[in-house]
């Protein structure tokens, strides 16, 4: 199994990520749902719009995904890109009905959508760490 | 409860913490066992040198350390600084005899301490954020 296929089965059935940003190089860390994902290159996830981190994607798009799993000592971090999507389009196709609980409704400013998109990855395995590329 | 005594109480039985770090305004994110602790404020971790963790922290002190609960939605996220230890006496107060598998001794130059000390903290509570002094 190559390193892209170890990484692609540790993180195909995660529904949560932690992401980390960068602001005034302070490093910040949060869990998130994963709402959307297309392999291991892009991710989607809901966001509040005044949120702190969508405020420093806006400012600093740089980003790392990180997904693992404490029982194997195994984990995948994506580095990368996020987008903060405000277009309506983009807004409409991650729209799932609980987010009424969140927002006023798709058209709320306060909601939009992070897009995370993958150039590369670092896979550990116990104490070894394997990159590769995406 | 106050929002520290709820922190507290997530933070006290965790194994695992996530830390996140800042390279040239990149951030990184890792999940590490926590060796030692001292209530909310302090946190050893153990560490290879010449790792990147190890370098970007001698570089950048800024960190975050991040534990979260999956199935609550609940999370802390503590913000302070990294030390990398080096000297004798940090190495020898948080040996133990399983890193005889990993270096050749407490003195091995490649084993090194990692110290976090939190300054605030954030706890997140489903959608909700309440920000703490520590």
């Not at 005044?50 to 798009?61: D, E, F, I, V, W």
């Not at 995948?76 to 799932?96: C, F, N, Q, R, Y």
């Not at 150039?119 to 104490?127: A, I, P, R, V, W």
Request: one cysteine or more; a positive charge.
């Amino acid at each position: 199994m190559t390193t892209l296929e170890k990484a692609e089965k540790l993180i195909k059935h995660k529904k949560i990520a932690v992401i980390g940003s960068c602001d005034e190089n302070v490093p910040y860390v949060k869990a998130v749902l994963v709402e959307k994902k297309d392999g291991i290159k892009t991710f989607w996830f809901g966001s509040n719009t005044p949120s702190l981190r969508a405020q420093q994607y806006m400012k600093n798009p740089n980003a790392s995904i990180y997904f693992f799993n404490r029982v194997l000592y195994k984990g995948v971090m994506l580095s990368g890109k996020m987008e903060v999507l405000t277009d309506a389009e983009s807004k409409k196709a991650l729209w799932k009905p609980s987010f009424k609980h969140i927002y006023a409704g798709v058209d709320d400013p306060e909601y939009c959508v992070l897009k995370f998109t993958a150039e590369s990855g670092k896979y550990y395995f116990n104490l070894h760490k394997e990159d590769f590329a995406l």
